[in-house]
């Protein structure tokens, strides 16, 4: 988290990405994959018009994966 913040104190985009993106992949491997959409799609719709890098990709595919993974917990909250 706290490299999340340095980032965009300096605004380092490049950097941000990278650290939503690890902080992401940490808080879905513990089960908290809600929290863990919010900063990775902020950083990612920063991007949306600019240079596509593989960061940027791996971001938008995890970004992806919490979206389905959020979708299909929705569903079932819905189903019960």
Do not use: Y
């Not at 380092?12 to 990278?18: F, G, K, N």
């Not at 808080?27 to 863990?36: D, I, K, N, P, Y």
Request: charged share 30%; aromatic share 2%; with cysteine.
């Amino acid at each position: 988290m706290r490299a999340l913040e340095l980032a965009r104190a300096n605004e380092a985009r490049s950097l941000e990405l990278r650290a939503a993106t690890s902080l992401a992949r940490a808080r879905q491997s513990h089960g908290r994959a809600a929290e863990a959409r919010v900063p990775l799609a902020e950083i990612c719709d920063w991007f949306a018009d600019r240079l596509v890098t593989p960061d940027l990709l791996e971001a938008r595919a995890l970004l992806g994966e919490l979206e389905t993974a959020r979708a299909s917990s929705g569903s079932r909250s819905r189903a019960i």
